[in-house]
T-cell receptor
Framework: DQQVKQNSPSLSVQEGRISILNCDYTNSMFDYFLWYKKYPAEGPTFLISISSIKDKNEDGRFTVFLNKSAKHLSLHIVPSQPGDSAVYFCAASARGNTPLVFGKGTRLSVIA | GAGVSQSPSNKVTEKGKDVELRCDPISGHTALYWYRQSLGQGLEFLIYFQGNSAPDKSGLPSDRFSAERTGGSVSTLTIQRTQQEDSAVYLC????????????FGNGTRLTVT
């Protein structure tokens, strides 16, 4: 049973436009959520996180939104750049050092 | 370097052989995790170490998999009698310790079992 789901395996966006990546989760104990970006042959790189006490966190071009009642989070990238083309993973954990649970990823392609 | 270091970066082995994968964590990071990513899949948790506590082995897929962390630093993941389904990228990640904080990943070891 997948606790973290990324239902779109791929997304294609024009350079300069907004990219919206979505993630759903089923475990109501999750209280810490993260987005990672992964290039081929490299490990995932941390992008941005949000705790369950917030509904929005922003860092430059990246904003994460959390809707706890819907058990849904999203990552907005604006404006999108060709260098943003990568696989994006959503991850979640319950309190403390419990292991992060990852989605299967969404491949973002930003077209110049 | 300052990041998580994994070796080897690539490993090809014959079915039935044992393999050892190594992870050098970021200095001062007390929590260490092993994940694997099979083709087209997300990251699957395998095992994690936190300080001197007993490791959480709940993600290990079979008793052919084991891991140790010596002196709270370097970790090795051992796979005995490898099978073709063990082919994957094995990723090590560490984090500071207590409280929610991001995992920092190495670049992984790509294991191919022929």
């Amino acid at each position: 049973d997948q606790q973290v789901k990324q239902n779109s395996p791929s997304l294609s966006v024009q350079e300069g436009r907004i990219s919206i990546l979505n993630c759903d989760y089923t475990n109501s104990m999750f209280d810490y959520f993260l987005w990672y970006k992964k290039y081929p042959a490299e490990g995932p790189t941390f992008l941005i996180s949000i705790s369950s006490i917030k509904d929005k966190n922003e860092d430059g071009r990246f904003t994460v939104f959390l809707n706890k009642s819907a058990k849904h989070l999203s990552l907005h990238i604006v404006p999108s750049q060709p260098g943003d083309s990568a696989v994006y993973f959503c991850a979640a954990s319950a309190r403390g050092n419990t292991p992060l649970v990852f989605g299967k990823g969404t491949r973002l392609s930003v077209i110049a | 370097g300052a990041g998580v270091s994994q070796s080897p970066s690539n490993k090809v082995t014959e079915k039935g052989k044992d393999v050892e994968l190594r992870c050098d964590p970021i200095s001062g990071h007390t929590a260490l995790y092993w994940y694997r990513q099979s083709l087209g899949q997300g990251l699957e948790f395998l095992i994690y170490f936190q300080g001197n506590s007993a490791p959480d082995k709940s993600g290990l897929p079979s008793d052919r998999f084991s891991a140790e962390r010596t002196g709270g630093s370097v970790s090795t993941l051992t796979i005995q009698r490898t099978q073709q389904e063990d082919s994957a990228v094995y990723l090590c990640a560490t984090r500071i310790g207590q409280g929610p904080s991001p995992l920092h990943f190495g670049n992984g070891t790509r294991l191919t079992v022929t």
